[in-house]
Every structure is written in structure tokens, then in C-alpha cells.
């Protein structure tokens, strides 16, 4: 693979092992890791970006990335994995800088069902890594209701309405 997309290759190989330490050494020192889940943050710089990564790689079972397509130094990736036992399809978006390293990512979710149920395994524990146990509890409750509609949605409502 030409040399300008190690990092990528270092970030793809770190995401199937789920390894958020290796995973980082991909990443600027300036990362910006823009949420699938929320317009109302983001996660900037090594430090935010590796604490996520603990707690999503830890939730994400079985990532296998299927597809990388690039043009000068943006780059998509594609992957399929599990959270508890919902299937997950990601696609990333990755922003190279000069360097060749991972400068912005931005992260596309689909089913809703993965992303809801996503949300209630990474809100919880990222809210207490930032001090909030109260509002760590809170969460699971939130999204619970959420997936429970995504959920519902997914296997009952949106079918009817499928092509015939």
C-alpha cells in the first residue's frame, strides 16, 4: 500500500484488533473525532480520542473493515461488527494531514437499533470517566427508551413499509 496511507493501515489493523492504544499512534496530535451519536461534541486531541476508542472497542465485537476508497487525503472505510449482538455498519471518514497521519474522523452509523444500542454501552462509562456518575446512570434509561422505539421501528413498523 503507498506509503501516504500507513496510518490508515495502522488505524484499520488497530480497529479489527481492538487495540485503542495502537489505534492512536494513526492519529495528529490535533485529532478531531466527530460523533456519530450527537452534533454536540466532539472529542479532540490523544487524550479524549483514546478514551473513547477504550470504550467503543470494548463494546464493538468483531469489527472487519470491508472497503477503503481514497482521493488525495481523505479516505472512506467501511466495516461491519457487532454490539451485543445487533449488527453495526460503520463508515468513517478519515482526513490525512501532510504528514500522512489522521487529522479529523468522522464516524456514520446505520441501523438506528446499532447506533441506539451503541449509545447506551458508551454513554454510561464515558460520562463517568468525565466525572458524572450521576449522569452515568441517567443514560442507560435515555437510551434505553430510544433503542427500545429504534428497535421497534427496525422490525415492525418499517417492514410494513417496505417494496412489494
Partial sequence: MDQQFDAVATWRAAGEAGD???????LSPDITLISPITEQFTFR???QVLSLLEVALT???GITYTD???????VALFYEANVDG???YEAQRLRLDDDGLITEITLFIRPLPALTRLMTRLGPELARRNGQPAFAR??????GLLHSM???GERKIMPRAAPR
Fill in 20 to 26: 485503542a492504544a495502537r489505534a492512536v499512534t494513526a
Fill in 86 to 88: 445487533t449488527r453495526l
Fill in 68 to 74: 477503503q476508497v481514497a482521493e488525495d487525503r481523505t
Fill in 59 to 61: 463494546a464493538i465485537d
Fill in 138 to 143: 441517567l443514560i442507560p434509561l435515555a437510551g
Fill in 150 to 152: 429504534a428497535d421497534t
Fill in 45 to 47: 486531541g490523544h487524550q
